[in-house]
């Protein structure tokens, strides 16, 4: 199906500029996944962008995702509750003076926590300390409800606004294979790209 999608280009350009949310009421912990592993990025990728049409990387072989997380400036960042992995954060600093937050984004059963807010916080915070003149990301009128007023509210200022047709499945691919959409009943009923789910890259 062809659907008309509204991309937002997004910058914080000093880190004072950025508004901390607060520490979730949670056991949260948050840990840099420091050994590139295709199997785990792809389970994330998958299980938080199931829902919200991230189909760029589907097609990506395990050398291709072992290449890309092997490139110097590539993080990995998993937030765990109680031991589970409910979200996660992937910065890109392979460009000169400036961070790309490529990916993020909560699993569909820790949305609605106080979550989202506190691990933009923390991936904000890890990017400026590589020393960036800017930190950047993208969002899409596809991604969840709540991303592009989470990234405002941090601190981030919208810089381009550009909204575009694209062909797409007739439903988000899901977690795995023939799987049920899991998003919660206040996520949006027809494809719409806004919050917590990506800053969706050009990769």
């Known amino acids: 199906m062809e659907v008309e999608v509204t991309t937002w280009h997004l910058e914080m350009t000093a880190p004072t500029d950025l508004v901390p949310a607060p520490m979730p009421d949670c056991d949260v912990t948050l840990i840099r996944a420091r ?8 389970f994330l990728y998958t299980a938080v962008g199931g829902d919200w049409y991230w189909i760029d990387r589907l097609p990506w072989t395990y050398e291709r995702w072992l290449a890309w997380l092997s490139r110097a400036g590539v993080e990995t960042w998993v937030a765990y509750v109680d031991g589970t992995p409910a979200g996660y954060f992937e910065l890109d600093a392979t460009v000169e003076e400036s961070v790309e937050l490529a990916y993020f984004g909560l699993l569909p059963a820790f949305a609605g926590r106080g979550l989202g807010g506190w691990l933009l916080t923390e991936a904000l915070r890890r990017a ?6 800017q930190v950047r990301v993208h969002t899409c009128s596809l991604d969840g409800p709540h991303a592009l007023a989470n990234y405002r509210a941090r601190g981030m200022r919208v810089r381009s606004v550009v909204t575009a047709v694209e062909r797409l499945p007739d439903g988000p691919p899901g977690p795995w294979p023939n799987a049920v959409p899991t998003r919660r009943a206040s996520g949006p009923a027809t494809p719409e790209r806004s919050d917590l789910a990506r800053g969706r890259p050009g990769a």
């Open 35 to 42: 050994r590139p592993s295709p199997e785990l990025s792809r």
């Open 128 to 133: 400026w300390t590589l020393g960036p003149r």
